[in-house]
């Protein structure tokens, strides 16, 4: 059973989603020298000591990226990195789900009485921007009448268009998901329903629907039936403009998590998504305008390797690769058409990364979602490679970024929803 209402249940549940996601003393250091690259964390990662996984671009190069230390990463001071601009206080029934260049936040506030622990939700999540007040937006109840009550789980904003997901379903396994949008501060309109991808009970495979917008399109990945009678199901990536019109396009099948940016739509094809695909292999792969995708890397091990955290901007891109028997994975920021790559392991000891990637600033953490550690979120500038650290106590996992903002959550009291603090980066940081 599957509800957004009590707190532990609500932070534990986005982790799941998670897939798109900054105190100390140290003041930065100068910008290192080649001669330099060592003592700062920047080494040449060697591919054959990568780890039980092996990277590759599609015509079978491996891939040389520049691998960056997390145990070499400066300690971010405020005031001087960043500056704190927004902290939601405690007591607020609310969740953060995206947040806006401006520093605002998307959030949803989950009503008194939503669940009493039956069959049904009660009461409708209500979305709306914090920004120091919550600011709740038109109800979407109207655009599907004969619906339950729904949930909120997952938002998305680019450039004053958010989109977002509600389902009525409390089921782990299933989800009768409505993807909706709002542009520009209007009226809310239906951007897709589940049942016109298939009628019945929509599975989970690979984590709820998370849809994504740009550029006035909404795009997101949906389990669809590979035979008629729905006895089996693969993933595909599938798209609308945002204000729902027109017909749903498939953009590609056995793929999943969509990620735009200046070059194009990319996907990741894993074996969750397509059980078609040879096992010990996944690929990043670009969407090619006609319902298919081509391969831009290879990710290789044995039975079980996989990518997660796919996320894009401007010219770059970012996911996880995953070995079998890894929990942390390695990191991976690509200029697919610059050919440049950057890797940072996390420790095995680590959960899975939290991503979030804008323009040449790349935010992760591999907080547990317990809220019980101080695990750091890190912030790396990708041409330069400088690595700064802010360490947060009761980190609970998930980041966010838009332009110059980067927003992470805490989990103070165990009893409580987890708070959100945003920060503004300083530009001109390393």
Known sequence: ????????????????????????????????????????????????????????????????????????????????????????PAGLNMFTLALTPGGDLVSVMIPEGQYDGGDVILKSSQLGTYDGEFVRWPSTADLIP???????????????????????????????????AREDGGEPVLVAASEE????????????????????????????????????????????PADGSGSLTVEAQGVAQPAVNDHGLYVARTLRDDPTLAGGTATVEIVDGAGGSLP????????????????????????????????????????????????????????????????????????????????PVYVLDVPSSDLARVDVPLNYSEVKCAGDMIAWRTLPDLQGTALTTVVSWNAESP
């Open 296 to 375: 831009v890397l290879v990710v290789a091990g044995d039975q079980g390797v996989t990518i997660v955290s796919l996320v894009a901007d401007r010219e770059r891109i970012a996911f996880v690769a995953i070995g079998p028997g890894v929990t942390g994975g390695t990191v991976y920021v690509v200029d697919p058409v610059a050919g440049a790559v950057t890797a940072v392991a996390t420790p095995d000891s680590a959960f899975l990364p939290a991503l979030a990637l804008c323009g040449d600033r790349l935010v992760m953490t591999s907080a547990d979602g317990s809220g019980a550690g101080d695990e």
């Open 146 to 180: 004969d619906d339950n009550p729904r949930q909120i789980f997952a938002a998305t904003e680019d450039e004053g268009t958010v989109t977002w997901a509600e389902t009525a379903s409390i089921a782990l396994d299933s989800s009768n998901w409505r993807i909706f």
């Open 1 to 88: 059973m599957r509800v957004l209402s009590g707190a532990a249940v609500v932070g534990v549940t986005l982790v799941v989603l998670a897939t798109a996601g900054c105190t100390d003393s140290a003041g930065p250091g100068p910008e290192p020298s080649p001669d330099d690259r060592a003592n700062a964390g920047i080494t040449r990662l060697d591919q054959p000591d990568a780890g039980p996984i092996a990277v590759s671009w599609a015509d079978g190069t491996p891939v040389d990226p520049t691998a960056v230390d997390v145990a070499a990463a400066r300690s971010a001071v405020e005031g001087v990195d960043y500056d704190p601009v927004l902290q939601t």
């Open 197 to 240: 991808v298939y009628p019945g009970r929509m599975p989970i495979l690979t984590g709820d629907v998370a849809p994504l917008v740009h550029d006035g399109r909404v795009y997101w990945a949906t389990p669809a039936p590979s035979a008629a009678d729905g006895a089996s199901f693969h993933m595909q990536v599938m798209s609308r």
